[in-house]
């Protein structure tokens, strides 16, 4: 291989690197991890609660804000706000963001599933 191909071959593998991130996230499968996870609790149409309240907006939501729905006191005094960082921390697990939640939920370990999940929620507008 004469210097020319290697450079070539360098400057392709950066630009495949640059391409795929090591974290990228896709809404896509982060819906396959909604249905999965959260679906059973959750609705995503705004005004539709089930056991859990709607998700519908909740990426920048503050906690225990849908109207009509009972929320756990430890929901309501946490004064958390769901960006995308308390979202992550929160739904690694729940019962230790939001001390006596009632949100029956062992939490998603994966982060790359959590990451996908978190795309998925934001597109919920
Ligand atoms: C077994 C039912 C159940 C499952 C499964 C569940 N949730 Fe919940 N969720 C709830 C309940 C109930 C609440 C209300 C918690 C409270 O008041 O303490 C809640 C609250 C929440 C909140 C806070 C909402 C607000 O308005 O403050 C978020 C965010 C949330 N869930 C996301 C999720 C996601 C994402 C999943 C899937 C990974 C999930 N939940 C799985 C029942 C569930």
């Known amino acids: 291989m004469n210097r020319f ?12 690197l640059n391409a795929v991130p090591s974290y990228a996230q896709s809404a896509e499968a ?10 059973i609790c959750h ?16 990426v920048g939501r503050p906690a225990g804000s849908v109207p009509n729905f009972s929320y756990s006191n430890g929901n309501k005094a946490s004064g958390l706000t769901w960006d995308t960082a308390t979202l992550d921390r929160y739904l690694i697990a729940p019962r230790t963001v939001v001390p006596g ?21 934001a597109t919920l507008h």
């Open 101 to 121: 939640t009632k949100m029956s939920y062992g939490g998603q370990k994966d982060d790359q599933k959590r990451r996908d999940l978190i795309a998925y929620l």
């Open 30 to 39: 982060g819906q396959s991890v909604f249905k999965r996870d959260c679906a």
């Open 43 to 58: 609705e995503v149409v705004a005004g539709k609660n089930r056991t859990g309240p709607s998700l519908f907006g909740i």
């Open 5 to 16: 191909f290697v450079a070539v071959s360098v400057a392709t593998g950066l630009v495949l």
